[in-house]
């Protein structure tokens, strides 16, 4: 089945303690993407790749970090997280950037105290 | 100034009502594409329909059209005769290149959450 898999889907966490969120897509897509959606924000971009081992800020890279060594996967790393960065964070992808549509993974519901 | 306007929080009407959804977007960009997603809610995001900057034909699709003015920067969206499970945010996005040249970055607007009563 073609989807894009995200991992933990749920996660409370203390400020300070480094995170991964991994993200993972089978279909092959070379544009991949992380965006976070907050009440009254609507969805953000964090970071964006275009294709393995490029990678590019969004409007909301500040605190992020993010690697696209694989084709299939693009983990979303918080160093130092806080409790700003408490929300709602999907992983996308799609076959191109541009045109195509993005599928999106089922989101990851992350807390920092 | 946002990218992507959707002027309309919220909207709730009553069961087979038709309703319009509000999508403005602002870019210098000559090529351009133009999105519709659905977040029902149980929280995942769909893909509803996709337009590119040259192509300003309406579409249906059943129940949903789609309204793509250049001359207005607006691309609206009309659900007819609307039913309980079309209750979800819908988001307009627009695809512009980034700074990169060849970049393409993906704005979202903030959503409309639509409110289909029995």
């Known amino acids: 089945e073609a989807q894009v898999t995200q991992n933990p889907r749920y996660l409370i966490t203390v400020t300070g303690k480094k995170l991964t969120v991994t993200c993972s897509q089978n279909?092959?897509?070379?544009?991949m993407s992380w965006y976070r959606q907050d009440p009254g924000l609507g969805l953000r971009q964090i970071y964006y790749?275009?294709?393995?081992?490029?990678?590019d800020k969004g409007d909301v890279p500040e605190g992020y970090k993010v690697s696209r060594k694989e084709k299939r996967n693009f983990p979303l790393i918080l160093e130092s997280p806080s409790p700003n960065q408490t929300s709602l964070y999907f992983c996308?992808?799609?076959?191109?950037?541009?045109?195509?549509?993005?599928?999106f993974g089922p989101g990851t519901r992350l807390t920092v105290l | 100034a946002q990218k992507v306007t959707q002027a309309q929080t919220e909207i709730s009407v009553v069961e087979k009502e038709d309703v319009t959804l509000d999508c403005v977007y602002e870019?210098?960009?000559?090529?351009?594409?133009l999105f519709w997603y659905k977040q029902p809610p149980s929280g995942e995001l769909v893909f509803l329909i996709r337009?590119?900057?040259?192509?300003?034909q309406n579409e249906i699709s059943g129940r949903y059209s789609w309204n793509f003015q250049k001359s207005t920067s607006s691309f609206n969206f009309t659900i007819t005769a609307s039913q309980v499970v079309d209750s979800a945010v819908y988001f307009c996005?627009?695809?512009?290149?980034?700074?990169?040249?060849?970049?393409?970055?993906?704005?979202f607007g903030k959503g409309t959450l639509l409110t289909v009563n029995p």
């Open positions: 996005a627009l695809s512009e290149e980034g700074s990169g040249g060849s970049n393409y970055k993906l704005t």
């Open positions: 790749s275009m294709n393995v081992e490029v990678t």
């Open positions: 996308a992808s799609s076959l191109l950037a541009g045109y195509n549509e993005q599928f």
């Open positions: 870019t210098r960009d000559t090529t351009y594409y």
């Open positions: 337009r590119n900057s040259f192509d300003e």
């Open positions: 279909m092959n897509h070379e544009y």
